[in-house]
């Protein structure tokens, strides 16, 4: 089966151009401006840009977090990915304290069966220590070669000797490990302090973590990266602090990735007084209008390499868990449907970016952060993972009307421009005219060594 992509502007993260884009057996085969159809399906890209599919590095899709399990599964969270041109996510696999990363690799590819995107596992390590360690070898083979580790959170924190010395581990298999920087001991400390001032309400939640939280987080894992002599990647970073202690390590000639995401760039803390305010809790908390504009201007700048959703959706029924007590409110949001929408309205319509560096940031950069060369770039050979994307589209985000499994969105009110009309995962048309035609096209993603991002 062959499928044309006809008349479109390619852009990719290093070049934009006017082509046609052949498809045939799930890969690019060619792409030139007059392709002949020859009894290809043809798709009309005229006025359309032709990007690669969308790759968000950081989803939750049927997390059980102990005490509530994520509205959305895989069914659901990989129909929404494509939806918005996401065609590929890298989850989370995530080790019980008392499990192997066997255990979990096993059970995360169960829950991801029949996907409708492409999926690789990042491994969350919830236990370090020379079974784990071994273990990696396994990983590699099993194309998991990017780990996360959490300094927070009951039954996942890790200390930051287990982080030294798994950061010298994964650098022996090119593997990178992104970590979660909050300073526990500190926030638990906040917590209770907030609690006892009287304020229980979500409004107490960025109390109980500020940018402080994450900055000296983020400025000790720069120096345990540096004493182990290996590259740092900081997930979710959410302040303009945190962003300066990544660039003052830099300066120290440290290799530093850092993915961001796109409530730490649109949404501010006032969104804690809202009515419906519990649906903004998680962690890190949403920041001050400055940490937005430090975190674009990190984008702008090329200093930050990745924009991932951390899509971790709850129903407002399973937030409300928390209304006595913002502690135990279940942490984190939807997102994975809107990415690409948002970062096309509020950064590059609005100048913040330009459409080459959206695909960087969206697509290609993951791709070669995390080992997936033949994907991220409209080019000959690679896979055939493709957003048609319509710049004159226009549409609001709402609560309930999108295809995450979930009653509620962080991003309800925004107006955003532009969609996904066509996608292709593999070469299988996957959405037609904004419409999901055919699901489960989705594969897991063997993944090689991380490559050096744009
Ligand atoms: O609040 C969040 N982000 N929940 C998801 C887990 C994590 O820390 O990424
Ligand atoms: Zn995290
Ligand atoms: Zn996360």
Partial sequence: ?????????????????????LVENGRIVSVKKGIVPDGAKVIDAKGMYVMPGFI??????????????TAD???????AAILGGTT?????????????????????????????CNYGF??????????????????????????KMYMVYNGLKVDDGQIYAALK???????????????????????????QSGVTGPEGHPLSRPAAIEAEAVARYMRVAELADAPAYVVHLSTAQGLLEARRARERAQT???????????????????????????????????????????LTAGDIQTIGTDHCSFTMAQKAAGKDDFTKIP???????????????????????????????LSRNAALLFGMPDRGEIKEGAAADIVVWDPNAVSHITDTDHAHHCDNSPYAGFAVKGRAKDVLVNGVHAVENGVLKQSGAGKYIARGRYQRPL
């Fill in 169 to 195: 581990e994964a650098k022996k298999h090119g593997a990178l490990i992104g970590i979660h920087c909050e300073n526990w001991e500190v926030l638990l400390r906040m917590c209770d302090e907030v609690k």
């Fill in 256 to 298: 530093v990735y850092l993915e961001t995401c796109p409530q730490y760039l649109l949404l501010t803390d006032e969104r804690y007084l809202d009515a419906d305010a519990a649906k903004f809790v998680m962690s890190p908390p949403l920041r001050k209008k400055d940490d937005c504009e430090a975190l674009w201007q990190g």
């Fill in 122 to 147: 990042h491994m969350a390590i919830a236990r370090w220590d020379a079974q784990t360690a071994a273990e990696m070898d396994d990983m590699s083979a099993a194309g998991v070669t990017s780990y």
């Fill in 73 to 79: 599964n895989f069914d659901t969270g990989s129909k």
């Fill in 331 to 361: 942490n984190g949001s939807a997102g994975v449907q809107h990415r690409a929408q948002l970062i096309y309205t509020y950064g590059v319509l609005e100048g913040k970016l330009t459409l080459q560096q959206m695909v960087k940031y």
């Fill in 1 to 21: 089966m062959k499928t044309l992509l006809q008349n479109g502007t390619v852009v990719n993260a290093d070049s934009m151009f006017e082509a046609d884009v």
């Fill in 56 to 69: 968000d590095t950081h989803t939750h899709f049927d997390l059980d977090t102990g005490s509530a399990v």
């Fill in 88 to 116: 590929t996510v890298l989850d989370f696999a995530t080790q019980e304290r008392n499990g192997t990363l066997k255990e979990a690799l096993a059970a995360w590819h169960k829950k991801a069966q029949g996907s409708s």
